[in-house]
């Protein structure tokens, strides 16, 4: 082949390689684009869908903290004998029940939101057991006036739980 030829070939052949790799970068990024719309697309519908499925554990994990909250528990649940070890059971068995109707709300909220209600559980069941077996208490009653008379001197564990909770749900909005 003589070299007039070999220019004529590549005189042809160079800018149809270039318009070649022009259209595979444009179709690369329009690809690229397509697919970044398309997952922004699913996340937004998704988040349609789990935002009201995230509120609703929020207020499931609300209502459980209300009512494990040594004041309300110990209202709602009156002594029916006068032994302080019994009451204290069932007041720690409530606890438990209650939490236990709650695990799967863990899906919905961030890893520390879930520690905050577990770690106030687990105080709840800690003030209980604790004043349980102070000496002094001997009868149910006793033990209900005492826990709730050590409570008068703080707010309790559900009350810092229930404000990281707060917090948690205002992120959602912002």
């Known amino acids: 082949m003589d070299l007039t030829k070999i220019i004529e070939l590549l005189a042809y052949t160079l800018p149809a390689v270039v318009t070649g790799l022009v259209a595979a970068y444009f179709f690369k990024s329009h690809m690229e684009n397509e697919n970044k719309r398309r997952n922004f697309l699913l996340r937004k ?3 349609k869908q789990a935002l009201p499925l995230r509120l609703q554990a929020f207020e499931r994990l609300t209502l459980f903290l209300e009512r494990i909250s040594l004041n309300k528990l110990l209202i709602r ?3 029916t004998g006068k032994d302080p070890e ?15 109707h709650n695990l799967a709300q863990q899906i919905y909220v961030s890893e520390t939101a879930w520690k905050a209600v577990v770690t106030s559980k ?5 003030i ?6 102070k000496k002094e208490i001997e009868t149910a009653e006793q033990l209900r006036e005492d826990i709730l008379s050590n409570l008068g001197k703080n707010d309790g564990p559900t009350s810092a739980a229930i404000s990281y909770l707060k917090i948690e749900v205002k992120k959602i909005f912002s």
């Open 45 to 47: 519908e998704n988040n």
């Open 128 to 133: 209980i057991r604790t004043t349980a077996a």
């Open 77 to 79: 649940v009156k002594p």
């Open 122 to 126: 687990n105080l709840i069941v800690k």
């Open 86 to 100: 019994k009451y204290s059971h069932k007041l720690i068995g409530i606890v438990e029940q209650e939490f236990e």
